[in-house]
């Protein structure tokens, strides 16, 4: 049985910081990992996808990696700002999407 | 172009009463999830259509609660005799083609038991 975990769960930094996020998973057979926002409230907003054969995926200040043999997916956030605060979540799919249980970020002024 | 729509954004409703949730998919896309968030915990799945295939409704927690898709369209997800800890928010997500594409979420709705 697939599972994701995530750490930390919670996690705050003063404004500029560059942070990572770790993302783990159990069974490396995945399509694919996807790294999602969810601001209080709201539904989830895609970030980034990584798919199976990819090493990474970069937007903007956002850049994930995959390690599909180890299990591993890192979310790094450069220059953090206040309006990055909210929980990341990852997810991996075999189909479904199979969630971990997020870090909630807060980037302080 | 619109995102995925979900209604209500809320519901209140007393225990052992029937709800129906709404879920409008982005146009054009064939593939449809139901997921539920319990307040403190994670995501969970619930069911999954894929075009005319038949669901995948191995995430359904018990036989109150069911959803049905028309076409590539409008899905709903029906829970009979609500309980309390059906309280949770329920999120509806589509993808293009299904497993290798991005999953884009609604709002949910945040259903509230009695």
């Known amino acids: 049985k697939q599972e994701v975990t995530q750490i930390p769960a919670a996690l705050s930094v003063p404004e500029g910081e560059n942070l990572v996020l770790n993302c783990s998973f159990t069974?490396?057979?995945?399509?694919?990992l996807q790294w999602f926002r969810q601001d209080p409230g709201k539904g989830l907003t895609s970030l980034l996808l990584?798919?199976?054969?990819?090493r990474e995926q970069t937007s903007g200040r956002l850049n994930a990696s995959l390690d599909k043999s180890s299990g591993r997916s890192t979310l790094y956030i450069a220059a953090s700002q206040p309006g990055d605060s909210a929980t990341y979540l990852c997810?991996?799919?075999?189909?479904?999407?199979?969630f971990g249980q997020g870090t909630e970020l807060s980037v302080k002024p | 172009g619109a995102g995925v729509s979900q209604s209500p954004s809320n519901k209140v409703t007393e225990k052992g009463k029937d709800v129906e949730l709404r879920c409008d998919p982005i146009?054009?896309?064939?593939?449809l999830y139901w997921y539920r968030q319990r307040l403190g915990q994670g995501l969970e799945f619930l069911i999954y259509?894929?075009?005319?295939?038949?669901?995948?409704k191995s995430g359904l927690p018990s036989d109150r609660f069911s959803a049905e898709r028309t076409g590539e369209s409008v899905s709903t997800l029906t829970i009979q005799r609500t309980q309390q800890e059906d309280s949770a928010v329920y999120l509806c997500?589509?993808?293009?083609?299904?497993?290798?594409?991005?999953?884009?979420f609604g709002d949910g709705t945040r259903l509230s038991i009695l």
């Open positions: 997810a991996v799919t075999g189909g479904k999407l199979i």
């Open positions: 146009s054009g896309h064939t593939a």
């Open positions: 990584i798919q199976s054969s990819q």
């Open positions: 997500a589509s993808s293009s083609t299904g497993e290798v594409q991005p999953q884009h």
């Open positions: 259509f894929q075009g005319n295939s038949a669901p995948d």
């Open positions: 069974d490396s057979a995945i399509y694919n």
